[in-house]
Antibody, heavy 129, light 108 residues
Framework: EVQLVESGGGLVQPGGSLKLSCAAS????????MHWVRQASGKGLEWVGR??????????AYAASVKGRFTISRDDSKNTAYLQMNSLKTEDTAVYYC????????????????????WGQGTTVTVSS | EIVMTQSPATLSVSPGERATLSCRASQSVSSNLAWYQQKPGQAPRLLIY???TRATDIPARFSGSGSGTEFTLTISSLQSEDFAVYYCQQYNNWPPYTFGQGTKLEIK
């Protein structure tokens, strides 16, 4: 079964740190780009960042709201992605999802399309004093 | 940064009727657009990629159309399980891979 399982969420004070994990199973993790998306209570989805595969030099990218504070990494030997969150703010309070970005090739247009086709169940991060 | 705007914010439709949801990009994203469905307490689910291709196991009553800046998700005959929040997302210009703010589809 294709699956992503997040862990590591919890309550942390403003200015603190937390590291989330995302354990993958049922697919070739090492070849997949992994993203983190968050959702504050009652709000919409916000893309946080991503890490690409080894073939793409483990390139990372981040949303402006977290750049410089959050770091995404991966350990392909453990089929796990990580989100290190530092200097946390109250506005970082949310459910954090990890998700796989899959690539779809269109043989008619010779074009690649993308979609986040596997999601974890989410882990809750609360930043509060 | 590309801004994705969805309308309406809430759509009330009766079961069995058609629902049409809109998504507009602040600049062209070509066909690099996906749609997701999210039910309360659940993670999002990929419905459509490439603006118009259904993802695996998505029923044929879901269809996507559009390119450039204007996109539509149509649900041809609403089933009870379709009432949820729907998001569009662009992946043409990144970062960020921006989402729309969502459309809540509710039972009329």
């Amino acid at each position: 079964e294709v699956q992503l399982v997040e862990s590591g969420g919890g309550l942390v004070q403003p200015g603190g740190s937390l590291k989330l994990s995302c354990a993958a199973s049922g697919f070739t993790f090492s070849g997949s780009a992994m993203h983190w998306v968050r959702q504050a209570s009652g709000k919409g989805l916000e893309w946080v960042g991503r890490i690409r595969s080894k073939a793409n030099s483990y390139a990372t990218a981040y949303a402006a709201s977290v750049k410089g504070r959050f770091t995404i990494s991966r350990d392909d030997s453990k089929n796990t992605a990580y989100l290190q969150m530092n200097s946390l703010k109250t506005e970082d309070t949310a459910v954090y999802y990890c998700t796989r970005l899959s690539e779809y090739y269109d043989s008619l247009t010779y074009y690649y399309y993308y979609g986040m086709d596997v999601w974890g169940q989410g882990t809750t991060v609360t930043v509060s004093s | 940064e590309i801004v994705m705007t969805q309308s309406p914010a809430t759509l009330s439709v009766s079961p069995g009727e058609r629902a049409t949801l809109s998504c507009r990009a602040s600049q062209s994203v070509s066909s690099n657009l996906a749609w997701y469905q999210q039910k309360p307490g659940q993670a999002p689910r990929l419905l459509i990629y490439g603006a118009s291709t259904r993802a695996t196991d998505i029923p044929a009553r879901f269809s996507g159309s559009g390119s450039g800046t204007e996109f539509t998700l149509t649900i041809s005959s609403l089933q009870s399980e379709d009432f949820a929040v729907y998001y569009c997302q662009q992946y043409n210009n990144w970062p960020p891979y921006t989402f729309g703010q969502g459309t809540k589809l509710e039972i009329k």
